[in-house]
Nanobody, 123 residues
């Protein structure tokens, strides 16, 4: 069982940066690969970035490559999403999720979800 709590969202101007944090509870955090998803109003939840249990492997959706960076600190049971050069189209609720799968990018592949944090990018 893993409980996930996101934080760090907010309102930022286009071109700005935010760092999202996902704090996990449970002693088995390092056993899970982690992902960040987002959901804009009226749209389906979409994959943003993923990281392996060790942190050695990361992968991103094309629209955020070279702008977003996912990382994790297993000693702190935390995963991060550094978001730079933000655009209005990045506006969404951002969710972190945990999976036992490898290179998972679909919502159904993830077992545990946080409650989400709102990111709003103004133009």
């Amino acid at each position: 069982q893993v409980q996930l709590v996101e934080s760090g969202g907010g309102l930022v101007q286009a071109g700005g940066s935010l760092r999202l944090t996902c704090a996990a509870s449970g002693r088995t955090f390092s056993s899970y690969a982690m992902g960040w998803f987002r959901q804009a109003p009226g749209k389906e939840r979409e994959f943003v970035a993923g990281i392996s249990w060790s942190g050695d492997n990361t992968y991103y959706t094309n629209s955020v490559k070279d702008r977003f960076t996912i990382s994790r600190d297993n000693a702190k049971n935390t995963v991060y999403l550094q978001m730079n050069s933000l655009k209005p189209e990045d506006t969404a609720v951002y969710y972190c999720a945990a999976t036992t799968g490898a290179k998972a990018a679909l919502t159904w592949e993830y077992d545990y979800w946080g409650q989400g944090t709102q990111v709003t990018v103004s133009s």
